[in-house]
Every structure is written in structure tokens, then in C-alpha cells.
């Protein structure tokens, strides 16, 4: 019989016991603990969140926001089309994709919502094959985050955005094509560590700002950083938001006419909303490591091996017993390392561990590398767990071959 696609339990090694192993549950009460700590954190006449969804794309992820009211962040067509179907107004919608076409960008423009550019040339066929769309401009603002550790995506020999230096040229344009430029935009994909580097940014999108008249927003992108270990760095968003705050409402006055304050949060809202659940298969002592090998790898969690992100990673089938260093590794066939030298409770076959911060760019990412199935994924909303994706299964990975009568 099919498990329920409800359970009353939201105990870890219940769930596991219905959907299966290993499993990603998330908890909608840590997504709306963000949600409202980032809109707290500012006192505006308008604001609007935009929930990246790119981050966790689930459906159901993409109405819990809804019901929020945090309007969507978009990064290509699918995605605003899940939006839709997730009930957001197009309006709400907004679309920021990189190095696309002019032909998925009309596809955008006949659904009706935000497009954002973030090149010259789209600009100039946009005006002419969209003279009355509204647009906004991606600014790469070229910040460095001081010494030798440049932010990553806006800097010079970034792919993103228009650089702020070729303005007077999106000024010519929008002047001789009668374009009506409604928001300016960064993200620079950095993490905001403290409220002085973004700032600096701030101040960059202003002047751009100030340049045009007919403006309905401004948009600073993303980059909230969640703490990933005890003690890790995080975005301090109380006191961003106070001197943000002030400095926008500043602006607003001179500019002479009411604006909304725009984000575009994806990390931030859900990675902290996220568990990953997986099963020890051995414990492998060699002369030099004890490894520990789980039932995933990268093809579910790749964190760690592109970004070399750190997840802490707790034994949840044995708290509290005697403490001991572990590496733990995937069962993918290649070098899939989750975390060296960890500090577990003494770990045996079978036991489940738990990877933390795992409600971004997670499931998100998974592949079927190794033809794995892709694991179920739960969400937890007001004590009931819910399952929101059936682990897949052997059909899955042949759906879409076309198998050949050539060979027999
Ligand atoms: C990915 C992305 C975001 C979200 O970034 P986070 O670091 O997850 O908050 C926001 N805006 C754009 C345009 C993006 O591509």
C-alpha cells in the first residue's frame, strides 16, 4: 500500500520509516520565523520580499510564501510559470534571468510580469520589440569587499548586470527609445557581512536611481547570509535594516515620489527550514581515517563539493554516546566528501545522520547521477508532516529515454 501523503508524526526516524531513506524535511515554522525577521528588520512605507525560489522550488514551498505575502523571484521561464501555477499574480512575479533570449524573455513579457535586464543589447531589442513594457535595470555595481576577497558576482569580470560605468549608454537608449525604466536592481550574489560593504552598494544603486523619473522600485538583490556553523558568520539584519531604512527613506524624499523597497531572498528564508536524512551503510576503518559512508552522495547534496560549504552533521540515532572523529563520505563513484574530521556520537551501521542547512540549493540540485532515485522530500507545517515529492522510482530514470528497436 502507498504511504499516506499525511503523517502525524514529525518525528525524523518515523518519517524515514514511511517515505524512506534518505529524506529532506522541511519545517514551514522556520520559514516564516525568516520571512518575519527580514520584514521587521525594516521600517519603510513599502517593502516586498521576493522569495528566490531557485533556492527550493517546490510548489507547495512556492504558496507557503504566497500565503505570506512575499511576492517571487524568478531566474527563468519554467520558473515563472511555477510561479503561476502556484496562484502568484504576475505582477508579483518578477524575472531576472542572465544570458537568455530575446524569445524567452517574450515569453515572460506575454505572462505578464516584471522583466528585469541585465544586458545593453537585450535592452536595445526589448525597446524595440516592447515599446510600452515597463522594464528594470540589473546595475553590476563593481564592489570588492575589501582586501583580496572579491564578491562574487559583482565584480568586473562578472557575467552579471549592466556595469554601472556604461549608464549614460542605458540613459541614451531609454531616452531615444522611450523605454519607462520602473525599478533599478543589484545582486551581487555576495554575502552581506556587515552592513557597511552593502552599503557601499547602496550607494551606487542610488546614483543610478536619481537618473531616472519614473521609477516604482528599488531592488537590492540578495545575499543574507544564515549562519552554517555554531559561531558561523551571519547577516546582522537588524541593523542593516535600521540603516538601510534610513538612508532609503532619505532618498525617497529627494527623489520626490513614494518607492518600494525590494529584496530577493532565497538562503536566507529556507536553508535554515531544511534537514537532510541519511543512513549509514559502513564504517570503514583505514590507517589513517575513519570513514563513514552514507546512503547519498553529490547527486543529492552537493554543497559541499561545489561550494565547499559546510553542514554540520549530527547522529541522530544515537545522541548523547561517546564522542568520536569521523569522515564522512557519499556512495557516488567519485570523491564525494561531506565533512572531515567530524565530531560524532560514536557512529554504527544503520544509523541515521542529519545534514543541517539543507533547505537551500539542495533538493534543488540533485540529480539522478549513478541512476539514484531522487528522495522523497516532507514538509512539516503546524505538527503534520506532508509529503511534497514521492522518492522516485526505476520508471523515473527511463521516462524520457527513447529506447531504440535498433539493437534487439
Ligand atoms: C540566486 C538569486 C537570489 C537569491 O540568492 P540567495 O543567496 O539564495 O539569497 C536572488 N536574486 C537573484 C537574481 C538570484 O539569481
Not at 331 to 347: A, H, K, P, Q
Request: net charge negative.
Amino acid at each position: 500500500m502507498a504511504p499516506s501523503h499525511t503523517h502525524a508524526s514529525t518525528d525524523p526516524l518515523s518519517l524515514i520509516d514511511t517515505y524512506g531513506c534518505p529524506l529532506y524535511v522541511y519545517d514551514t515554522a522556520v520559514m516564516k520565523r525568516q520571512y518575519d525577521k527580514l520584514f521587521n528588520a525594516f521600517d519603510v512605507q513599502s517593502l516586498r520580499l521576493n522569495y528566490a525560489c531557485k533556492a527550493l522550488t517546490n510548489i507547495n514551498v512556492l504558496k507557503y510564501f504566497k500565503s505570506l505575502g512575499a511576492g517571487l523571484d524568478t531566474v527563468s521561464i519554467q520558473e515563472v510559470w511555477l510561479g503561476k501555477r502556484a496562484g502568484f499574480a504576475p505582477e508579483d512575479i518578477i524575472y531576472t534571468p542572465n544570458c537568455v533570449s530575446l524569445e524567452e524573455i517574450s515569453l515572460a513579457v506575454k505572462e505578464g510580469v516584471m522583466i528585469n535586464i541585465d544586458n545593453i543589447s537585450i535592452l536595445e531589442e526589448f525597446g524595440q520589440a516592447f515599446p510600452d513594457v515597463p522594464v528594470c535595470i540589473r546595475i553590476n555595481p563593481h564592489i570588492m569587499a575589501g582586501g583580496s576577497s572579491k564578491i562574487s558576482v559583482g565584480h568586473i569580470d562578472s557575467k552579471f548586470g549592466i556595469s554601472v560605468h556604461q549608464i549614460p549608454l542605458v540613459e541614451r537608449l531609454v531616452k531615444a527609445m522611450g523605454i519607462r525604466v520602473v525599478g533599478v536592481h543589484m545582486h551581487t550574489g555576495s554575502d552581506i557581512l556587515d552592513a557597511g560593504v552593502f552599503l557601499q552598494g547602496a550607494e551606487i544603486l542610488f546614483e543610478v536611481a536619481a537618473k531616472f523619473d519614473q521609477l516604482e522600485y528599488i531592488d537590492f538583490g540578495s545575499g543574507f547570509k544564515v549562519p552554517y556553523k555554531e559561531g558561523g558568520i551571519s547577516t546582522d539584519i537588524e541593523d542593516l535594516g535600521e540603516q538601510l531604512s534610513t538612508r532609503f527613506n532619505d532618498f525617497t524624499e529627494s527623489y520626490g515620489r513614494e518607492l518600494t523597497l525590494m529584496f530577493e531572498p532565497g538562503k536566507f528564508l529556507v536553508s535554515e527550514a531544511g534537514k537532510f536524512y541519511t543512513r549509514v551503510n559502513v564504517v570503514k576503518q583505514t590507517t589513517s581515517t575513519v570513514f563513514v559512508g552514507v546512503d547519498s552522495g553529490l547527486n543529492h547534496f552537493i554543497r559541499p563539493m561545489f561550494y565547499d560549504a559546510h553542514h554540520e552533521i549530527e547522529n541522530v540515532s544515537r545522541s548523547g554516546g561517546k564522542q568520536r572523529i569521523y569522515t564522512v563520505v557519499g556512495y557516488i563513484c567519485e570523491t564525494d566528501t561531506f565533512g572531515v574530521n567530524r565530531r560524532l556520537s560514536e557512529v554504527q551501521e544503520g544509523d541515521i545522520l542529519c545534514f543541517y542547512n539543507a533547505g537551500a540549493y539542495c533538493s534543488t540540485m540533485a540529480s539522478n547521477y549513478n541512476s539514484r532515485y531522487r528522495p522523497a522530500e516532507v514538509l512539516i507545517h503546524e505538527g503534520r508532516a506532508h509529503l511534497i515529492r514521492e522518492r522516485d522510482e526505476f520508471d523515473d530514470l527511463l521516462r524520457k529515454q527513447v529506447i531504440l528497436d535498433t539493437f534487439g
